[in-house]
C-alpha cells in the first residue's frame, strides 16, 4: 500500500502559483497540457477571507511578513502564502519590463530571445486584456492619492495615477487583505481558474520538498500535505511528471526547492529586491484611508533608482506606525483617519544570498548598501517635503537617531543632512529577484534563456527568481510577460518534438 497521502500525474507539475506559476498554467493549460499545480498555502475564496488584517495576514502571509533577512538590519519578506501567491496580497499595480532592462539583459545575459520586444509587446496586450489593466480612476483614488496628486502639483514632480489590473475596482482599499469585490485579477481569481476549467488539477497546502531526478531529468516532485489549520505536516504527496517540473516558488522558496533537490552551483545567488520605507504624517482635514485604492497614485524616479507610492493601510497595521505613548498617543489614535502615508521602494544595488538553515528552510543573507541607503534618505526627504507641501501638520519618517516628528522645511533639511545608519531605516521588501539567474553562459547562471536548468533537463523555474536584475518598477507584470514568453516557447518545442 501506498504511504503517500495522495499521488498524481501529469504533463507537467507546477510548483507555486503566484504571478510565475499561474502564468505558465494558463498558457500551457490553453496548449492542452495536463498539469498539476501544488501550492504551499490555502485556497482563500476573496469572499471568505477574514477581513481584518492579524486573521487575514495570518491565513494569507508566509510566516505573517515575520521572515526576515539575516544582517545588521534584518528587513522582513512580504510574501504570499496562498492560492495565487504574493498578487492575492498585493496592491495590483501594473508596470512593463523598462526599456533599458531589456537592454541590459539582452547584452549581459544572452536573454534577447527571451525578451524580444515585439513578443512581449504581444503578450503584454494579452494580458493587459485579459487582466483588466486600466488606469485608476479620480473616483477610486481615494484623499491619501489625491492628496499625492495635488503634493506633485505643487512641487512639480513627475506624479500619476497608478495603472492596475482592477479596472472594475470600487475603491474598499482591501487589495492586502484580498480584494472581496473580486475586481483585482490577482492569480487566484484569474489565471488559476482559467487552468482549472481548462482540467489543470490544484492541490493546495501542499509543500513540495524536492525535485526528484533521474537520469539528469526532471521526472516529479515529492514533499509534505499539510493541515490546513496548524500548517504542520500531515501527510507525503508524490506527483509524477511525463514532461517536466517548472518550479515558480518565488525568489526565496524557489532556491530552497532546488537546494534541497541538491542542485548547487548559483542557486540563491544574486539575491536583490527593491525594499520599502514609509512615512505617515497627520494633515488638518480627515484623509480618510479607509476608502479608494490601496494603492492609487506614484511618483516614478527611476533615474534617482527609487518610485515613491500611496499606500493606504488599515488602522491596526497604521497605528503601529504612529509614535507616541500613553496620552499623546490616545490623542493621535483618536485622529487617526486624519492621518495618510505614503512609501519608497528602492532599487538597491545590494547583492544577497538564500541559503538552506537547519530545518531545510531557506535563511536570506541581505545587506543595503551606503549607496542604497542614501538614496532611500533622499526619497524619503522628498515624502517629507511632499506631505509638508499639502499641510501635513506632523510628519514621522519613522527612523531611528532622528526626531520621531517632523513639523518644517528646516526639520526636514536637518533630517536630510543626518548621516544615517543602514540599521535606522525600518524596510519591508515585497519584490525579490535573481536566485536562479537565467541567462545564456553557464558559468554565470543557473537556468538558460528558455528557463531551463542548465544541467538538469526538463526542469523549468518561471518566476522572478530567474530575473538577473531587479528592475526599479513593479515586478508582477514583468514577471507574468517573461513566464508567458517561456511557457509558449516550451509549448512550441514540445509540439515541434511530438
Ligand atoms: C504585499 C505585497 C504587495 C505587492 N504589490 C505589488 C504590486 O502592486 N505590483 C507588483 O507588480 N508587484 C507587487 N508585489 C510583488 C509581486 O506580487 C511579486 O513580485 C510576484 O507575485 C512574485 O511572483 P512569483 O511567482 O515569483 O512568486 P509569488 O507570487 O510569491 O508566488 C510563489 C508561490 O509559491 C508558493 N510556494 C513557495 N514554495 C513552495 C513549495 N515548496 N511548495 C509549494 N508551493 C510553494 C508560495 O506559497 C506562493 O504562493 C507585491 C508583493 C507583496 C507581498
Redesign the pocket.
Known amino acids: 500500500m501506498s504511504h503517500f497521502l495522495f499521488e498524481d500525474e501529469a504533463e507537467h507539475v507546477i510548483?507555486?502559483?503566484?504571478?510565475?506559476?499561474?502564468?505558465a498554467a494558463r498558457v500551457l493549460s490553453d496548449a492542452g497540457r495536463s498539469l498539476v499545480l501544488?501550492?504551499?498555502?490555502p485556497n482563500l475564496r476573496p469572499d471568505q477571507r477574514p477581513t481584518d488584517l492579524l486573521t487575514g495576514m495570518a491565513q494569507a502571509?508566509?510566516d505573517m511578513?515575520s521572515q526576515t533577512t539575516t544582517g545588521a538590519t534584518p528587513i522582513p519578506?512580504?510574501?504570499?502564502?496562498?492560492?495565487?501567491?504574493?498578487?492575492?496580497?498585493?496592491?495590483?499595480?501594473?508596470?512593463r519590463l523598462p526599456e533599458d532592462v531589456i537592454d541590459h539583459w539582452s547584452r549581459e545575459h544572452g536573454l534577447g530571445d527571451l525578451v524580444e520586444r515585439a513578443a512581449l509587446e504581444r503578450i503584454y496586450e494579452v494580458i493587459e486584456r485579459e487582466l483588466e489593466v486600466a488606469e485608476t480612476g479620480e473616483d477610486v483614488l481615494g484623499g491619501n492619492g489625491h492628496l499625492m496628486a495635488r503634493a506633485c502639483e505643487k512641487l512639480g514632480l513627475p506624479g500619476k495615477p497608478?495603472t492596475?489590473n482592477a479596472r472594475r475596482c470600487q475603491g474598499r482599499a482591501h487589495?492586502?487583505q484580498g480584494c472581496p469585490s473580486e475586481a483585482r485579477q490577482?492569480?487566484d481569481v484569474s489565471y488559476i481558474p482559467m487552468a482549472v476549467a481548462r482540467g489543470a488539477r490544484l492541490h493546495a497546502l501542499?509543500?513540495?520538498?524536492r525535485v526528484l531526478l533521474e537520469g539528469g531529468r526532471a521526472v516529479g516532485?515529492e514533499?509534505d500535505v499539510l493541515d490546513a489549520d496548524t500548517r504542520r505536516p500531515r501527510g507525503r504527496f508524490r506527483v509524477r511528471a511525463t514532461r517536466g517540473v517548472i518550479?515558480?516558488?518565488?525568489?526565496?522558496?524557489?532556491p530552497?526547492?532546488l537546494l534541497r533537490s541538491g542542485l548547487r552551483g548559483l542557486v540563491g545567488h544574486r539575491f536583490q529586491a527593491h525594499p520599502g520605507a514609509a512615512v505617515s504624517a497627520r494633515f488638518p482635514e480627515p484623509v480618510g484611508m479607509g476608502t479608494g485604492a490601496?494603492?492609487g497614485y506614484e511618483v516614478p524616479m527611476r533615474t534617482d533608482g527609487f518610485k515613491i507610492?500611496s499606500l493606504s493601510l488599515p488602522p491596526e497595521m497604521l497605528a503601529t506606525r504612529i509614535p507616541g505613548a500613553g496620552k499623546a498617543w490616545q490623542e493621535r489614535l483618536s485622529a487617526l483617519d486624519y492621518y495618510g502615508q505614503w512609501a519608497v521602494q528602492v532599487r538597491m544595488k545590494a547583492h544577497g544570498r538564500v541559503t538552506l538553515g537547519w530545518g531545510g528552510g531557506p535563511i536570506v543573507r541581505y545587506e543595503p548598501l551606503d549607496d542604497d541607503v542614501a538614496r532611500a534618505q533622499k526619497a524619503i526627504g522628498i515624502i517629507c517635503r511632499m506631505m509638508l507641501a499639502v499641510g501635513a501638520t506632523e510628519v514621522h519618517p519613522g527612523i531611528g537617531h532622528v526626531p520621531e516628528t517632523l513639523r518644517t522645511i528646516a526639520d526636514v533639511e536637518a533630517f536630510e543632512r543626518t548621516r544615517l545608519r543602514r540599521s535606522d531605516i525600518h524596510f519591508m521588501a515585497?519584490?525579490?529577484?535573481g536566485t536562479a539567474c537565467a541567462g545564456s553562459d553557464p558559468t554565470r547562471s543557473v537556468v538558460g534563456p528558455d528557463l531551463q536548468h542548465h544541467q538538469v533537463r526538463d526542469l523549468h523555474v518561471?518566476?522572478?527568481?530567474v530575473f538577473p536584475t531587479n528592475l526599479g518598477?513593479?515586478?508582477?507584470?514583468?514577471?507574468?510577460a517573461v513566464?508567458y514568453r517561456a511557457a509558449e516557447r516550451l509549448a512550441q518545442a514540445e509540439r515541434r518534438a511530438a
Open positions: 510548483v507555486g502559483t503566484g504571478a510565475g506559476g499561474a502564468t501544488l501550492e504551499e498555502g502571509v508566509r511578513g519578506l512580504l510574501q504570499g502564502r496562498l492560492v495565487g501567491g504574493s498578487t492575492a496580497i498585493n496592491s495590483g499595480i501594473i508596470w497608478i492596475r487589495c492586502l490577482s492569480m501542499s509543500r513540495v520538498e516532485v514533499g518550479v515558480a516558488g518565488g525568489a526565496v522558496h524557489t530552497a526547492v490601496t494603492q507610492e515585497s519584490h525579490l529577484f518561471m518566476d522572478a527568481s518598477v513593479n515586478p508582477q507584470h514583468s514577471i507574468m513566464v
